[in-house]
């Protein structure tokens, strides 16, 4: 780390607010993906039962 970059590596050096927003962007995103999935789910049985199958062979608990 040089003394003028005195954010350590790895880490954003973007400003508090642009990192909120940002989070709130991926967090707004996440959850309209779910509600497309839910939608789909919904209207086609196909595309929900592979999705079962897909937890199913994963082990996953729905």
Do not use: F
């Amino acid at each position: 780390m040089t003394e003028h970059n005195k954010t350590p590596p790895g880490m954003h050096s973007q400003p508090k607010d642009q990192c909120s927003c940002d989070i709130d962007n991926i967090a707004e995103r996440y959850l309209d993906l779910w509600q497309e999935n839910l939608q789909r789910w919904a209207t086609d049985p196909e595309a929900l039962k592979k999705w079962l199958d897909n937890i199913k062979d994963q082990n996953i608990k729905p």
